[in-house]
Nanobody
Framework: QVQLVESGGGMVQAGGSLRLSCAAS????????MSWYRQAPGKERELVAA???????NYADSVKGRFTISRDKTKNTVYLQMNSLKPEDTAIYYCNVEARPSYYISTSNYWGQGTQVTVSS
């Protein structure tokens, strides 16, 4: 099994910055992708940013130029640097990892517990 521990959420004023971290541990053979999703009240969960094999990244249009996803493969950790935050960025942010626990087990999705980000105007 793969466990994810998130940290770094909080409350910030509009225009401020936050950095989220998500560390994966447990039985990990290979990680195919590490991503951040978010879910605002009354809305569906949406992809914010993804870091895939080979270093490929993609972002939601709403965060391009403001958020940066990065990954430390030696620590199995993914980060989300969030700058120029807006009230509409307020949501619970979830870490997602696509990983294979062993050579014999196919890739599965694993989710963190979520961390609240609140941006005040």
């Amino acid at each position: 099994q793969v466990q994810l521990v998130e940290s770094g959420g909080g409350m910030v004023q509009a225009g401020g910055s936050l950095r989220l971290s998500c560390a994966a541990s447990g039985s990990i053979f290979v990680i195919d992708a590490m991503s951040w999703y978010r879910q605002a009240p009354g809305k569906e969960r949406e992809l914010v940013a993804a870091n895939r094999s080979g270093g490929r990244t993609n972002y939601a249009d709403s965060v391009k130029g403001r958020f940066t996803i990065s990954r430390d493969k030696t620590k199995n950790t993914v980060y989300l640097q969030m700058n120029s935050l807006k009230p509409e960025d307020t949501a619970i942010y979830y870490c997602n990892v696509e990983a294979r626990p062993s050579y014999y087990i196919s890739t599965s999705n694993y989710w963190g517990q979520g961390t609240q980000v609140t941006v005040s105007s």
